[in-house]
């Protein structure tokens, strides 16, 4: 009976450290502070967003209603490869953390776009609370550079 367990074990471990081994991130968020995925047919509004090497977006405070549902697009007029992530602080802060000692991470979440230089992508949000929600570039050294930026997102 052990070694067959030990048959089941061993193939799960490999699946385990292939994917950490690939680099590959992909949700397990919580954006239920920050709002949710929202729908193309249900977007109110377009909101322009220009991502550049002096390490800013251009719009970096933005007003939004608590209800709305909102598509970002995300321009990226630099040289290097930039993100827009929308979090919490303590959320980018963290996520951060693990982008600089793994920057060649991929990403597949829907509260962000990561653009290549001269490219252009989208995020469509729908905002559920009012409050803040932050955005930032996570790429090693662009956040600590102050890539960051805050959707102020207003009340009904």
């Not at 209800?67 to 959320?91: C, D, P, W, Y």
């Not at 990403?107 to 230089?117: E, F, I, K, Y």
């Amino acid at each position: 009976m052990k070694s067959r367990k030990l048959l089941i074990a061993i193939p799960a471990i490999f699946l385990v450290t292939s994917a950490m081994a690939a680099g590959n991130h992909a949700g397990g968020h919580d954006n239920q502070a920050i709002g949710k995925p929202g729908m193309a047919a249900k977007v109110t509004r377009t909101v322009s967003i220009d991502m550049k090497d002096d390490m800013r977006f251009h719009a970096s405070d933005i007003t939004a209603k608590q209800g709305e549902t909102i598509r970002f697009l995300v321009k990226n007029s630099g040289q290097l490869k930039h993100e827009m992530v929308l979090g919490t602080a303590k959320e980018l802060k963290d996520h951060y953390e693990v982008m600089k000692k793994h920057p060649e991470m991929e990403h597949a979440d829907a509260n962000m776009a990561t653009v290549a230089p001269g490219k252009t992508g989208e995020i469509i949000w729908h905002f559920t609370r009012a409050g803040k929600v932050d955005f930032a570039c996570l790429q090693p050294g662009h956040y600590d550079a102050g890539m960051k930026g805050l959707v102020n997102v207003a009340k009904k």
